[in-house]
């Protein structure tokens, strides 16, 4: 996965989350420090969700919060959403 780092950032995954569940079959770019248009594929896409969740579970379960609780299920919701 080129750009790993960035594709961590939850602010760009939110995006890339958001325009796949509006277009199905496009392919979600973002400016990177090497391309004005770095792809994002929708299964590096859930890749990253899943690790991001994987995150969070552990979180909730050492530290639950309820901002924890609430972004858990709001991707779990999206993730289901993009399968």
Not at 27 to 39: G, H, I, Q, Y
Not at 64 to 74: A, D, M
């Amino acid at each position: 996965m080129k750009c790993e780092f960035a594709k961590t950032n939850p602010l760009i995954i939110k995006q890339a989350v958001e325009f796949y569940l509006k277009n199905k079959n496009g392919l979600f770019t973002f400016v990177s420090l090497w391309n004005d248009e770095e792809p994002f594929p929708k299964d590096e896409l859930l890749i990253c969700l899943d690790v991001w969740i994987k995150q969070l579970k552990e979180l909730h379960s050492t530290a639950s919060t309820i901002e924890t609780e609430l972004t858990l299920k709001n991707l779990l919701e999206k993730r289901r959403k993009l399968k």
